[in-house]
């Protein structure tokens, strides 16, 4: 005998850690906008410059792109297949940096720069190969470390750095900061676990 088909709704997703950052955001929390812009802010600037915007004009890309973000937010929905927050990101940044260029080589053109107004031309055609979400990790992790680190003190953040980051044995470091080893490894694994769940929260 055949089971009837169950009539019960998908259960709902669970929501990640990434998606309640974003749903913050979408609310225009200030807490967490500011920790999404102070961590892809430099993410936007770094695909400026490669993307040959000079260092005088990036930061204004930086919050054209971040006022677009914040304009559209709201209808922003996550695809698994399609998209993310970094493509859709990037994909703004792109379109910004297009706008910088035509009105660049417009105002070339117009005093009568030719070389000038004809490099700028073909600036744009570069912006898929600079402005993309690969190795932006790296960057990512330095801007959460640096946020992370303000949220403890000294000590404990120097017992992380020097066992984690410069590999030093936990008793050399214990010795150096006049702690006992239990203290250095509960300070490492404080911080890991907060650098963990910062990481986790960032929208992919």
């Not at 850690?17 to 812009?37: F, H, I, N, Q, Y």
């Not at 297949?81 to 105002?107: C, M, N, P």
């Not at 010795?175 to 080893?181: H, K, P, Q, V, W």
């Amino acid at each position: 005998m055949s089971r009837e088909p169950s009539s019960q709704p998908p259960s709902p997703e669970i929501p990640t850690a990434s998606s309640l950052l974003l749903d913050r955001v979408k609310a225009m929390e200030p807490e967490s906008w500011s920790r999404l812009a102070g961590t892809f802010g430099p993410v936007v600037y770094r695909w400026c410059r490669a993307a040959g915007v000079s260092s005088e004009d990036a930061p204004d890309i930086v919050q054209n792109v971040f006022a677009s973000v914040a304009r559209g937010i709201a209808r922003f929905e996550r695809q698994r297949e399609t998209g993310s927050f970094r493509a859709w990101l990037a994909t703004i940044t792109r379109s910004r940096v297009r706008d910088h260029f035509r009105k660049e080589s417009q105002r070339a053109h117009a005093i009568g720069g030719t070389d000038a107004w004809q490099r700028l031309q073909h600036q744009p055609d570069l912006l898929d190969s600079t402005i993309n979400t690969t190795g932006v990790e790296g960057l990512l992790i330095r801007r959460v470390l640096q946020s992370v680190e303000q949220e403890f003190e000294a000590i404990t953040w120097q017992a992380f750095w020097q066992t984690t980051m410069e590999e030093k044995p936990a008793a050399l470091v214990a010795e150096t900061l006049a702690l006992n080893i239990a203290s250095v490894y509960q300070a490492k694994s404080r911080v890991l676990r907060r650098l963990r769940q910062r990481m986790a929260e960032l929208p992919q």
